[in-house]
Nanobody, 121 residues
């Protein structure tokens, strides 16, 4: 089994930055893709960014240019640097992991517990 532990959420003013981190433990060798999804109040879950061990990258249109995903595969850790945040970025952010680089429509194999990001205006 794989466990994902997130850190780095919190309260920030509009225009500010946050860095989220996530470490996978357990049978982490199963993981190919790690990423982040978010869910704002009253909205569907959205994929923010993801990265495979082979270097495949995805960024959502809503955050492209404002976020950077990075990964330390040896440490089974993924980071999400978020800049120029707006109140619309307020959401619970979930670290996710998959055994494959698959369709965005597929629910990830593993989810973290989520970390709250709140952006004040």
């Amino acid at each position: 089994q794989v466990q994902l532990v997130e850190s780095g959420g919190g309260l920030v003013q509009a225009g500010g930055s946050l860095r989220l981190s996530c470490t996978a433990t357990g049978i982490a060798s199963r993981i190919n893709t790690m990423g982040w999804r978010r869910q704002a109040p009253g909205k569907h879950v959205e994929t923010v960014a993801r990265m495979s061990v082979g270097g495949n990258l995805y960024y959502s249109d809503s955050m492209k240019g404002r976020v950077t995903i990075s990964r330390d595969s040896a440490a089974n850790t993924v980071h999400l640097q978020m800049n120029n945040l707006t109140p619309e970025d307020t959401a619970v952010y979930y670290c996710t992991a998959d055994r494959f680089w698959g369709s965005l429509r597929k629910s990830p194999d593993y989810w973290g517990q989520g970390t709250q990001v709140t952006v004040s205006s």
